[in-house]
């Protein structure tokens, strides 16, 4: 059902400039939801009516700033009574904005904070593997011990000092 609200979003917002505003106006809205958490849980309840939710979205949208297109767009999710599967359609938008820009979204684990000039090696060297532009969402995992995990849609890049003793282990095992 999100790659549905996905797809209609990316007809609607036909450009891809446009597309690019949609998806930092659906996200910025989406954020709004999580640290809103009352409303959030207004928006959320099955009892009330897709009418009042519809009223409500468009009313905080209006408020927050939010392009006329994602205004409707979110009204629309809200009366169908959809606002839940809202973090989904936003993964699903995204991602078709970033195939239709060429573009590979990783999601990196580091086992310390990255500089920039890491994260731009790491990029560079994601989208040279890749041969498509690369965008980094870095989260620091003390557990890896050292090095990163790379995750780009199916594909995952273990370049963890963790990783390589497993590997090292499962070589000895197997003798």
Do not use: T
Request: glycine residues 8%; aromatic residues 4%.
């Amino acid at each position: 059902m999100a790659r549905r609200y996905a797809k209609a979003l990316m007809v609607l917002a036909a450009e891809p400039a446009r597309r690019e505003a949609a998806a930092a106006e659906l996200e910025a809205f989406a954020r709004l939801l999580d640290d809103q958490q009352d409303l959030a849980a207004l928006l959320l309840r099955p009892w009330v009516k897709g009418s009042e939710k519809q009223r409500v979205v468009r009313a905080v949208a209006e408020g927050a700033g939010l392009s006329p297109l994602l205004r409707d767009f979110l009204s629309v999710v809200a009366r169908a009574g959809r606002l839940e599967i809202l973090p989904e359609i936003l993964e699903a938008y995204r991602q078709q904005v970033d195939r239709a820009a060429g573009r590979a979204r990783a999601r990196v684990r580091a086992a310390r904070p990255l500089d920039e000039a890491e994260r731009e090696r790491l990029r560079e060297y994601l989208a040279g593997r890749l041969g498509k532009d690369v965008v980094l969402e870095v989260a620091e995992d003390p557990g890896l011990l050292g090095g990163f995990v790379a995750e780009i849609d199916s594909l995952i890049l273990d370049g963890s000092l963790k990783g390589q003793l497993d590997a090292l282990r499962g070589q000895l095992i197997r003798g």
